[in-house]
């Protein structure tokens, strides 16, 4: 019978030696983890010391040879596992900048309070289901980011094997509230226009900055292609196409903004397929004709749309200017993703969801239904021909199985009066 072989990371009880020096050496077997037995030494001028060299260099062998960041194990403090997860995202470097950003950001906001002073083996899924549940009575999205960011730190736990399994994936699942998308009907668009219009003309000759026709650009620029606001933001010289027979706009990148550092215009849009060409329809070609004219002459990769100072405009600041201008009015509270969805909608009702979906740059169509198109509550009034002319009172069988069906009634009939009179 094979003899059982004692853990990985496991030792048995040092012993101790007195040298010629007259120094102390601490020795102990111990399995590392290769799963070879061997024996580890350290000396100290007395036992005390000698033992916690040992104990020092055991544990700068565990960190060495398990290649866990930091020693975590299952009694480490869930920060601990934070700040290791963190670290390694930014060692592996997979993420957009913004994306490394928010991550950080709901982790420190949403659940490192309230995991803080826990061992990694005390949040079990209970736990994890009781913070997750607390967040979504106060908002879905709060519960899902933190759902998101806390499934990711444990999993890399798991993978360095720090835990065995991941208390997040037995957690019981969200409930997304029903949203339905909403368009804008273009009442509502052209309302808009002319309260940017009127906003801009009521600004002139006012103390501070002059209007400059930006608010209203970027929404012909927001309804000529279905962008997102951040990639017309991130529009350049080079990616206007206007002169030619079919005026293009090249859709190739977005604004960022992350805490602590300067807005930039990221070099690729939110995904891969979002970087397409869009032919856009003549409003927005003036739009962006009006908006060039008054820039002037400026290198390709130069910004549309910018500050003041000529830096990127940031998505914020937009939504604040685009809300100043519009509350008190029937159209308050609508943000730039409305527009969004209100191409999407109309492209839906005239060609169908395939084109919504390319002309939005999204993966799959069932993004573009949920999310972006606003459902359509009245049936084809087709219908109602196609009932009247099957079902109606004066409908006729056309099934010649039909027809012989209620030939042989008529027939029966015919006999069973000839029967009676007879």
């Known amino acids: 019978m094979a003899r059982p072989r004692t853990p990985i990371g496991s030792h048995g009880e040092p012993t101790f030696a007195t040298m010629p020096s007259g120094n102390t050496e601490a020795r102990v077997r111990y399995r590392d983890f290769s799963g070879k037995t061997r024996q580890v030494r350290a000396t100290g001028k007395s036992k005390a010391e000698a033992l916690r060299l040992l104990r020092k260099r055991l544990a700068d062998n565990d960190l060495r040879t398990s290649g866990t960041p930091g020693g975590l194990t299952a009694d480490s403090?869930?920060?601990?596992?934070?700040?290791?997860?963190?670290?390694?995202?930014?060692?592996?470097?997979?993420?957009?900048?913004?994306?490394?950003?928010?991550y950080e950001r709901d982790m420190l906001t949403h659940v490192l309070p309230a995991f803080e002073h826990l061992a990694l083996r005390e949040i079990t899924v209970r736990?994890?289901?009781?913070?997750?549940?607390?967040?979504?009575?106060?908002?879905?999205?709060?519960?899902q980011k933190a759902r998101v960011v806390l499934s990711l730190a444990f999993k890399l736990a798991v993978r360095w094997e720090v835990l065995d399994r991941n208390p997040v994936r037995d957690a019981e699942p969200l409930v997304r509230p029903v949203k339905v998308a909403r368009a804008l009907n273009v009442e509502t668009v052209q309302l808009i226009r002319d309260l940017v219009a009127d906003w801009e003309a009521g600004r002139a000759g006012k103390p501070g900055p002059k209007?400059?026709?930006?608010?209203?650009?970027?929404?012909?620029?927001?309804l000529g292609t279905s962008a997102r606001i951040g990639e017309v933001l991130a529009l350049r010289r080079c990616d206007l196409d206007l002169t030619g027979k079919r005026p293009t706009v090249r859709i190739a990148g977005t604004i960022v903004s992350v805490n602590g550092a300067p807005t930039f215009r990221q070099d690729h849009p939110k995904t891969s397929r979002s970087r397409r060409t869009i032919s856009v329809p003549t409003f927005t070609v003036r739009a962006l004709q009006s908006r060039l004219a008054r820039i002037g002459d400026v290198e390709p990769e130069h910004l549309v749309f910018f500050t003041r100072n000529g830096t990127p405009m940031t998505t914020n600041n937009y939504r604040r200017a685009l809300r100043r201008v519009l509350d008190g009015s029937e159209a308050a509270g609508v943000t730039p993703h409305a527009f969004r969805r209100t191409v999407a909608t109309t492209v839906d009702r005239a060609v169908g969801i395939d084109l919504a979906a390319e002309l939005l740059g999204h993966t799959t169509t069932e993004i573009t239904r949920v999310h972006y198109i606003e459902p359509n509550e009245y049936v084809n009034p087709a219908t109602a021909d196609i009932l009247q002319k099957a079902l109606g009172p004066e409908a006729k069988a056309d099934d010649p199985k039909l027809r012989t069906a209620k030939g042989k009634r008529k027939g029966k009939g015919r006999r069973k009066e000839q029967r009676q009179s007879g």
């Open 77 to 102: 403090l869930f920060g601990d596992l934070v700040d290791a997860w963190l670290q390694h995202l930014d060692a592996t470097d997979r993420l957009a900048k913004s994306t490394r950003y928010r």
């Open 127 to 143: 736990r994890v289901d009781q913070l997750l549940q607390q967040l979504q009575r106060r908002s879905y999205n709060r519960a």
């Open 211 to 222: 209007p400059d026709g930006q608010i209203l650009a970027v929404i012909e620029a927001m």
